[in-house]
């Protein structure tokens, strides 16, 4: 009997993997990329794109594990959610947006990167002088005291 529901079980698991989310995402124009628009230096280019463009960018790089349902779903529903509020892959939509003005203040509280997707990507995980560097960055390019008109509407997004 035991055995019967281990094999059953274990047959989900097998055909639910044949179920993944979809990951696809609008071919990238690089001119409409943050970084470039806001000419970024390089060392900030990494860390904004080690630490944030996995969710908040077109240009998601996906781990091993991202392909095993079910934590699949939920991967791409935080990569969706992030992308909804701050594209940085789409710049010319969110510059001056209200999401867009918080980044700095996230990341130096500590609400971004989240902490469980730090802890499995070394590449999320900042030193000290790092996140001082980034949040400095972050504020003065689109913090609330920065540059930056044309507002982001949630209104025109498109739920897709
Ligand atoms: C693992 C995915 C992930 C990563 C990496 C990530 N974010 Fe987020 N971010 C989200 C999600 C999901 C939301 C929307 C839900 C929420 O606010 O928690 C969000 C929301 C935000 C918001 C809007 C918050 C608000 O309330 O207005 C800002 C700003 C932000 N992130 C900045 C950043 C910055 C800056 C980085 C890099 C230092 C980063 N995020 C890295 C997933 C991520």
Known sequence: MIKRILLA?????????FF???RS??????SKDMLAMTNAPADIQALVVGACYDCHSDRTEYPFWAYVTPINFIIQRH?????EELNYSRWDLFVGSEHAAKSGEELAE?????????RMHGHAQ???AQKDQLIAWLNATMGEAGHGEAGHDESDEDDD
């Open 79 to 83: 990569i969706d959610e992030g992308r």
């Open 20 to 22: 993944q989310p979809d």
């Open 25 to 30: 995402a609008p071919a990238i124009d690089p």
């Open 110 to 118: 500590g609400e971004m990167p989240p902490a469980n997707y730090a």
């Open 126 to 128: 900042l030193s000290g």
């Open 9 to 17: 079980l274990l047959a989900i698991t097998l055909v639910a993997q």
